[in-house]
């Protein structure tokens, strides 16, 4: 069984000489990867003591990024505290909708104006 690590014992690693971040609820100490991350350690450092999930996703990581993570890994969360570190995609629903009702009212306007 992983050992379970808090939120805010997470939070308590944002230095540069002990760097932790929560990726899909699971715990890593990054902390001597730092100067081997290709995109540098900056990138680490911004998400040092948070949840980094969605930008580990947004920049599409390999199949081999995410095998060398696993030695990285020290914990997981809690089950009381998972999917709670990020915002859920779902709740952003009404804005694609919003714009999706733009964009067509968009399109309608424009051909009302042209007639």
């Not at 911004?46 to 890994?73: C, L, N, P, W």
């Not at 779902?90 to 919003?98: C, E, H, K, P």
């Amino acid at each position: 069984m992983a050992r379970q690590i808090t939120i805010e014992e997470v939070k308590k690693h944002k230095r540069k000489n002990s760097v932790w971040m929560i990726i899909h609820d699971d715990v890593y100490d990054v902390t001597r990867f730092l100067n081997e991350h290709p995109g540098g350690e900056d990138t680490l450092l911004e998400y040092a003591g948070k949840d980094g999930t969605q930008a580990f996703e947004d920049v599409h990581h390999s199949e081999d990024a995410r095998e060398i993570m696993k030695k990285f890994k020290i914990g997981t969360l809690p089950p009381d505290q998972r999917n709670k570190s990020i915002v859920d995609c779902r709740s952003y629903t009404w804005v694609f909708l919003a714009l999706a009702g733009a964009i067509a009212l968009g399109v309608v306007w424009k051909k009302y104006l042209s007639k």
